[in-house]
DNA sequence: ATCAAATATTTATATATTTGCATTTGTAAT
DNA sequence: ATTACAAATGCAAATATATAAATATTTGAT
């Protein structure tokens, strides 16, 4: 039997915390869009997602503070990318499990 | 006809809620418990977390709502499980990701 | 029908998140 | 130095979430 004490507290909150930050409709369909190694900035991904800018940047911030992006600035543009590409299995994964309710 | 878009957005926001009902380092503990098919009642959970019964039960209520727990009674007893037992392999992915920071 | 155990719900409070607007910072070109 | 564009930040209002205490519901046993 497994108890709470064994499985490391840390390490659940970071787990936790980088769910929240994919958790969001609107972060999903952010990296949906960087699958596969892409990279985009911010003015192309408010553009594609139809939000504003501002909220574009927080979204995008979030999901870099969480560890889940990358970013790298070139000019006046910065690059977006996955950190880990496997997560964008954890998305298609999860939508996987939303179909056959 | 339906429109592919107000599917898209629908789709997400369902991959979203469950993501965002598995992202709580309570709800991912809890998941670690019912790994590989295990059936647990509200009682053990609260007692192996220990957390308030109320409190479980709600989380409980949280997951199972958002499809990542199914439920069943038996007697005074309702034993929750795992859905889709993927789902804990997101869980273990997203631990393996927060590993080499 | 009454009681006790296991769950679920309600309620209230505290806390966190989302969003857009306005502003500011960073970068490159003129 | 000024302008222009890209991105980030501060702020505030609306909304959502977490927690626990108290209460209610469901079920089985007596």
Same mark, same amino acid.
């Given at each position: ?17 980088? #769910? +929240? ?10 990296? &949906? ?5 892409? /990279?985009?900035? !911010? ?19 979030? #999901? +870099? ?10 000019? &006046? ?5 996955? /950190?880990?590409? !496997? ?15």
């Amino acid at each position: 039997m497994i108890k709470i004490q064994e499985l490391d507290s840390e390490r659940l909150d970071m787990a936790a915390n980088m #769910l +929240k930050a994919i958790a969001h409709p609107m972060r999903i369909a952010i990296l &949906k869009h960087l699958e596969g190694g892409k /990279k985009l900035t !911010v003015t192309q991904i408010h553009e594609l997602l139809g939000i504003e800018q501002s909220t574009t940047s927080h979204h995008l911030g979030i #999901l +870099k503070d969480k560890g889940v992006l990358c970013s790298r600035r070139e000019g &006046k543009n910065t690059f977006y990318y996955l /950190k880990h590409d !496997v997560l964008s299995q954890v998305v298609d994964c999860l939508e996987r499990c939303t179909c056959g309710e």
